[in-house]
């Protein structure tokens, strides 16, 4: 196999907004200081494993149509995961990223037995740390692939059968301690296939306490081994299953809350499962920002007509700029990052496409922030929503939402024969506020 796998690319270099090289950021300036953090502290992005090493393009019509030599070799399985490796690492380098992501069977082959797997991934491990140290390259998360093996099909900590949920519960295991031994940020626990698709054969409430009680044992474990990192939900209303249990952010907030484990895990918002659940991606990350629990984001997008997950790169600045808006309100990422949970279209088969879809990626993130930045350092919006609610900073409306009863307020009401009217909201001019400044801010 050809070595370099991306003989036609070098390192991508900023060139700036002028630039017409298309392999070349135009935007997005690592070490560009932006209200006082360089934008790749800010953005902290990172690639994925799965969609960019290790799947081919197959979907359900056909046979794969990307360059990926690496995928689908013959011979002998751990040496196709360290030729794969070998082509991942080039490309995080050449692209510049600071960070990746995997799912456990994305680096290493499942073995015949649950123990041979294990030693794969051990091996494997080894090896990232390798690559790791030496190009500087790090994990924003690790996570368990609990959803492509067949033994998954009706979930797995939310099965019917507890051996199935025993069968988790190790191999979770087994990736957390992976994930800490090669230094990950976080580590992430999507849905998968917890979640049903008919309510004729499912005992929701047994199911939903079997992943309180998986998640305790997560955390738990993350404890035991001095796992700094938090814990991640990814929320997902649907897909695979018809009802994921974890729907959006304030279901997950919700079930953190009962299972008592807001402490120890934060959520990962994905944009466009935002959009599945019926949600703007800014609500999503506003949310998680309201109820403390804002860990990280996959930032690949829908697509409006589609009503799946067609995790595209993200194109859209306006769209990106609201969502960074309240990620910078909150006081941005920390653990997290922005993880490109994103695909390329079948028919970008070309091999230098990988760099093509993150540089757009990575430059519609830039700018967004350059944006966002703007906005919120002038206080434009921030001054208008201060000015609005100003009422409640008077004492007057400390006695009405503090100490006033039902009954004090019907009396005060009757007394008063009042007839409050709120101010405009603007909402057009503050529309026109924002596309103001995507426009011009640089
Ligand atoms: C699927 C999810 C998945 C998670 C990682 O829709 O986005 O890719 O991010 O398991
Ligand atoms: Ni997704
Ligand atoms: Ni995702």
Known sequence: MTNPFFPTVDTIRFEGSDSTNSLAFRWYDADRVIGGKSMAEHLRFAVSYWHSFCWDGFDIFGQGTLHRPWVNAAGDPMVHARTKMAAAFEFFQKLGVPYYCFHDIDIAPAGATFAESCRNLDAMVDEAARWQEETGVGLLWGTANLFSNPRFGAGAATSPDPEIFAYAAAQICHCLEA????????????????????????????????????????????????????????????????????????????????????????????????????????????????????????????????????????????QM????????????????????????????????????????????????????????????????????????????????????????????????????????????KLENTVARYVQTAS
Not at 224 to 237: M, N, Q, S, T, V
Not at 255 to 268: G, I, S
Request: a negative charge.
């Open 179 to 318: 994930t800490n031994r090669l230094g990950g940020a976080n580590y992430v626990m999507w849905g998968g296939r917890e979640g049903y698709e008919t309510l004729l054969n499912t005992d929701l409430k047994r199911e939903l306490d079997q992943l309180g009680r998986m998640l305790t044992l997560v955390v738990e474990h993350k404890h035991a081994i001095g796992f700094d990192g938090p814990i991640l939900l990814e929320p997902k209303p649907f897909e695979p299953t018809k009802h994921q249990y974890d729907f959006d952010v304030a279901a997950c907030d919700a079930f953190l809350q009962r299972y008592e484990l807001t402490a120890d895990v934060k959520v990962n918002i994905e944009v466009n499962h935002a959009t599945l659940a019926g949600h703007d991606f800014a609500h999503e990350v506003a949310a998680a920002a309201a109820s403390g629990i804002l860990g990280s984001v996959d930032a690949n997008a829908g697509d409006d007509r589609l009503g799946w997950d067609v995790d595209r790169f993200p194109v859209s600045v306006e």
């Open 321 to 428: 700029t609201l969502g960074m808006y309240e990620i910078l309100r909150a006081g941005g990422l920390t653990t997290g990052g922005l993880n490109f949970d994103a695909k390329l279209r079948r028919q970008s088969s070309a091999v230098d496409d990988l760099f093509h879809a993150h540089i757009g990626g990575m430059d519609t993130m830039a700018r967004a922030l350059i944006v966002a930045h703007a906005l919120l350092d002038d206080g434009v919006l921030e001054e208008f929503t201060a000015e609005r609610y100003a009422g409640w900073e008077t004492e007057r409306g400390q006695q009405v939402l503090g100490s006033l009863s039902l009954q004090q307020l019907h009396a005060e009401q009757l007394a008063a024969d009042a007839n409050p009217m709120f101010a405009s909201g603007r909402q057009e």
